[in-house]
């Protein structure tokens, strides 16, 4: 009779765990869908953008793979430039108030 016990026991100690594990894994899939949903990004674009844009001929299609991934490279260069740009004016200004101190 003890043994027939222990393995109810353990029959409901699975059910259990597994019940939990279930739960774990349902929430934790949830969770993610509405972290997904949240992710989307929309932008709002003023009627001007939208004029030029539509005057230029450019698709509004989105960018998926290897074409998002160039036109983030592209960017992050043009940003790099500008930085780099930006920085040697700021020196030469400095450089060139310097020039004026006679100490």
Known sequence: MAASGASGSF???SSRRLLTLTLTLTLTLTLT????AECTFHPKVDARSESLAGQSGVARAPLKGELAHELT???EAQQLERDARLERSRREAEHARLKECTF
């Not at 869908?33 to 997904?36: E, G, I, N, P």
């Open 11 to 13: 029959a409901t100690t």
């Open 73 to 75: 490279r592209r960017l």
């Open 33 to 36: 869908q509405q972290a997904l």
